[in-house]
C-alpha cells in the first residue's frame, strides 16, 4: 500500500521547478510581489491559494472571522480547523501547499481608518469581501489614499449560472472588477463553489497579468 512521505523539498528544489515553469523573467517579478487578500471567504481563500502556488513571494491575509462549518464547501479550510482564525488556519494550509511563500496575517476587521495603513505597503490589493458595503469602503479608501497600488475587485458569483458569465474588466486606471456584475448574496442566491471558484481564479489571473505587465 502506498504510504505519503513527509518530505518537504528544498527551497533550491522549489525556485528551480518555478523557473522551469514560468521563466525567470516571470519568476523574479512574482516573487518579488506584495499581494493583500482582503477577506478570507470563499473568493480570498481561494485567491491566496493561487498566488502562492503562482510563485507570488509575499501575501498579506487579513480577516476577522473563524472558520466555521458552513464555510467548508466552498472555502480553502479543512473539516478539522473549525472554530479557528481564518488568518491562523490559511497560513497553516499555505505553509503546506507552498512553504516558501511568506505570509503575514492581520486578525481584525478592515476598515476605512486601518485601511491605508494597513495597505501601505503591498503592490495589489485583491477585494474579496461577502459584504457590499466592505467593497465600497475599500473602493473608497483606495480612490483616496492608495491610487499608487492595483485593486483588484469582484462582484457577482453566486448561483446556477452560466460559468462564462464571469468576467474580467478594467473598471478605471489600476482598478479591475471579476464576477458577472449581477449575481450576489444581497437577493438570496445561493453560492456555490465552482462560480466562486472561478470568480476567484479570474481575480488571481488578473493579479499574475498585472505582475507580468500585460494588463491591458
Known sequence: ????????????????????????????????AHVAVCGLGGLGSNIAVSLARAGVGRLLLIDFDRVDVANLHRQQYKACQTGLYKTEALKANLAEICPYTRVDTVCERL???????LLSQVDIICEAFDKAESKAMLADV?????????????????????PNGIKTKRAANRFYICGDGVCGTDGGMRIFAPRVMLCAAHQAQTVLRILAGEEQ
Open 1 to 32: 500500500m502506498w504510504e505519503a512521505v513527509d518530505i518537504i523539498p528544498s527551497k533550491a528544489e522549489w525556485e528551480s521547478a518555478l523557473r522551469a515553469r514560468c521563466g525567470d523573467a516571470l519568476y523574479e517579478r512574482f516573487s518579488a
Open 111 to 117: 476598515t476605512r481608518d486601518n485601511a491605508p495603513a
Open 142 to 162: 483606495f480612490a483616496e489614499s492608495l491610487r499608487g497600488k492595483y485593486l483588484v475587485s469582484a462582484s457577482g458569483m453566486a448561483g446556477l449560472g452560466s
